[in-house]
């Protein structure tokens, strides 16, 4: 079975600051897709960004960026100049040929935005 | 703009009680699938279609069964529900099979049984 592990169950960060949250996976593939999913308070699951593992340059979604090691497997998510509505439970997701339609998550992180 | 659709968003059952959870998508999506979440263990998977007419085993499909009753809807039944079955439900959907492709999600049900 394929894992996806989170480490920091939370996480705080003073608003307009910049917060690192991580992401390793398990995974023998070589050509996979991984994805960070927003969850506000108010429970809709929303797409951040996703990298293809085949390409090197990590994905920017505007104040969003990824840190990709694919050697490492590691795959954490940079938020730049935090605003507080960033305040949101976040999913580290993984998904392979081989796990055809399905998608394995993280546990999360809830981030906090301190004004 | 729909997206995905799940009713009811909170229900609270007794122990024994059956309900269905609905969902309905209208973005003609293939594959549709039912979530649980619970506190410190991420989403995972109850049940998936990948297309209209299939239903495949996730990862806890213990004590539910579904229904891909049409392209648009996908519907959780729980025969016989436990204090255990008490969670946060999704039901989400995706386009196709490639693997760039993003999963919507509805806003969930949140279920309590007592």
């Known amino acids: 079975a394929q894992t996806v592990t989170q480490s920091q169950p939370e996480m705080s960060v003073q608003e307009a600051e910049t917060v690192t949250l991580s992401c390793t996976y398990d995974?023998?593939?070589?050509?996979?897709?991984l994805f960070w999913y927003k969850q506000p308070p108010s429970r809709q699951m929303i797409l951040v960004i996703r990298?293809?593992?085949?390409?090197?340059q990590n994905a920017t979604e505007n104040r969003f960026s990824v840190n990709f090691q694919k050697a490492a497997k590691s795959f954490s998510l940079k938020i730049s100049d935090s605003q507080l509505g960033d305040a949101a439970m976040y999913f580290c997701?993984?998904?392979?040929?081989?796990?055809?339609?399905?998608?394995?998550f993280g546990t999360g992180t809830s981030l906090t935005v301190i004004p | 703009n729909a997206g995905v659709t799940q009713t009811p968003k909170f229900q609270v059952l007794k122990t024994g009680q059956s309900m269905t959870l609905q969902c309905a998508q209208d973005?003609?999506?293939?594959?549709m699938y039912w979530y649980r979440q619970d506190p410190g263990m991420g989403l995972r998977l109850i049940y998936y279609?990948?297309?209209?007419?299939?239903?495949d085993k996730g990862e806890v499909p213990n004590g539910y069964n579904v229904s891909r009753l049409n392209k648009r809807e996908f519907s959780l039944r729980l025969e016989s529900a436990a204090p255990s079955q008490t969670s946060v439900y999704f039901c989400?959907?995706?386009?196709?099979?490639?693997?760039?492709?993003?999963?919507?999600f509805g806003q969930g049900t949140r279920l309590t049984v007592v």
């Open positions: 989400a959907s995706k386009s196709g099979q490639a693997l760039n492709t993003e999963a919507f």
């Open positions: 995974t023998s593939e070589s050509d996979y897709y």
């Open positions: 990298q293809e593992a085949y390409k090197q």
């Open positions: 997701a993984y998904r392979n040929v081989n796990t055809g339609n399905q998608f394995y």
């Open positions: 973005m003609n999506h293939n594959s």
């Open positions: 279609s990948a297309s209209e007419g299939t239903t």
